[in-house]
């Protein structure tokens, strides 16, 4: 059964998923509904990005795989590619990122995953945000929490980080609130949380 996780909650891979060598973040959301004319309601496409930003011990960026750079450079992490409405069937992830746990570099320390709306659309009114940490192999979901309780007028997200602690890999949401279109606009934002 799949941890419910809230804002700093904090899990040990080696503990929940013993087995697991390939870790999924997933990201979905659903689109905004607006009123029409005459009264009617209509859905709006919302181009949210979510990005991966590889930190070294030293808190320095050594990579981002976002949608302009869908592989690492290592080869380590890989995102499935940019998902420009939103929306789709509930539950299911909009854009995914892959995390080859054996395949990281042994100086890259933590993995900060970030959410941002390209179209400068706030995430106020955004329905069934969520993320979800999963078995790329099995598929079975390890932790997963909510993303919609809060959002406001922000437009960027630091979502949650995979890091190394004493030669394990945990899992922390984190859920801290932004602004700007693109990751490095959340980069105040993170290195706090490194």
């Known amino acids: 059964m799949a941890i419910k996780l809230t804002k700093g909650g904090n899990i040990s891979l080696k503990k929940e998923a013993p087995e697991l060598t390939e870790a999924v973040l997933g990201l979905g959301w659903g689109q905004k509904e607006k009123k029409g004319f005459f009264g009617g309601k209509k859905m709006v496409s919302i181009d949210l990005d979510a990005s991966c930003l590889m ?9 981002a795989i976002w949608w302009k750079q869908l592989k690492s450079q290592d080869g380590s992490v890989t995102h499935s590619g940019d998902d420009l409405t939103g929306g789709g069937q509930g ?16 100086n890259v320390q933590s993995l900060v995953f970030t959410v941002n709306s390209f179209s400068s659309e706030t995430f106020d009114g955004i329905p069934d ?7 790329n192999k099995s598929g079975s979901v390890i932790a997963q929490y909510n993303l919609s309780v809060q959002g406001g007028g922000y437009t960027g997200l630091v979502i949650a980080m995979l890091y190394r602690s004493k030669g394990e890999w945990k899992f922390k949401a984190l859920e801290d609130w932004g602004s700007g279109q693109t990751f490095d606009k959340l980069l105040p934002v993170i290195t706090p949380s490194l």
């Open 55 to 63: 930190f070294d011990s030293q808190k320095e960026l050594t990579d």
């Open 91 to 106: 539950g299911t992830p909009n854009e995914e990122i892959v995390v080859r746990l054996n395949k990281i570099p042994a």
């Open 129 to 135: 945000a969520f993320c979800v940490l999963k078995d």
